[in-house]
T-cell receptor, first 108, second 117 residues
Framework: AQSVTQPDIHITVSEGASLELRCNYSYGATPYLFWYVQSPGQGLQLLLKYFSGDTLVQGIKGFEAEFKRSQSSFNLRKPSVHWSDAAEYFC??????FGAGTRLTVKP | GAVVSQHPSWVICKSGTSVKIECRSL??????MFWYRQFPKQSLMLMAT?????????EQGVEKDKFLINHASLTLSTLTVTSAHPEDSSFYIC?????????????FGPGTRLTVL
């Protein structure tokens, strides 16, 4: 079955530092991949998605992700983290199945 | 972006009672809605997919008679937890989109926290 894996349960970074959240997929064909962010009291918000084409995808809030078929990965990145980025991040695939999530804590 | 609401945002009920959760798309017509369950500090587990006017498609292991889903209109889907028990306590989230599959972006509601005493 198709699945996505997020190896990191919790990540802490300092404000202003760069961020990379990992996501690995298992699917033979080109998958449809998404990154969502969940903040307390708010619904999940789509950060970006990949269907095909350019493997570097730009999203909202300064996030980007790179699809790497050779590594079966779709890692989320941000060059400089803001305190407001503290949240839960989920990688998901096209059939709306989600990874376990990575909780991001931002240190002042 | 499109707005999806859920009502109630939280509910506490006694064991054995039924609870209905509403999911509404406020500014668009949602032909497809998804229902998820999320345990504390865990991921979203897809429970079922509902298409307007047809029966919901349940994921393996989800009891159809326990979790009744109705998608009677293009703006409303309901999830009814029947004869709720403490193990049904969870965070229930819906999402709505203009169609199934990855090409149609899904918009998520804020979730409903159910506590069964």
């Amino acid at each position: 079955a198709q699945s996505v894996t997020q190896p990191d349960i919790h990540i802490t970074v300092s404000e202003g530092a760069s961020l990379e959240l990992r996501c690995n997929y298992s699917y033979g064909a080109t998958p449809y991949l998404f990154w969502y962010v969940q903040s307390p009291g708010q619904g999940l918000q789509l950060l970006l998605k990949y269907f095909s084409g350019d493997t570097l995808v730009q999203g909202i809030k300064g996030f980007e992700a790179e699809f790497k078929r050779s590594q079966s990965s779709f890692n989320l990145r941000k060059p400089s983290v803001h305190w407001s980025d503290a949240a839960e991040y989920f990688c998901a695939q096209g059939d709306m199945r989600f990874g376990a999530g990575t909780r991001l804590t931002v240190k002042p | 972006g499109a707005v999806v609401s859920q009502h109630p945002s939280w509910v506490i009920c006694k064991s054995g009672t039924s609870v209905k959760i509403e999911c509404r798309s406020l500014d668009f017509q949602a032909t497809t809605m998804f229902w998820y369950r999320q345990f504390p500090k865990q991921s979203l587990m897809l429970m079922a997919t509902s298409n307007e006017g047809s029966k919901a498609t349940y994921e393996q292991g989800v009891e159809k008679d326990k979790f009744l889903i109705n998608h009677a209109s293009l703006t409303l889907s309901t999830l009814t937890v029947t004869s709720a028990h403490p193990e049904d306590s969870s965070f229930y989230i819906c999402s709505a989109g203009t169609g199934p599959g990855p090409y149609n972006e899904q918009f998520f509601g804020p979730g409903t926290r159910l506590t069964v005493l």
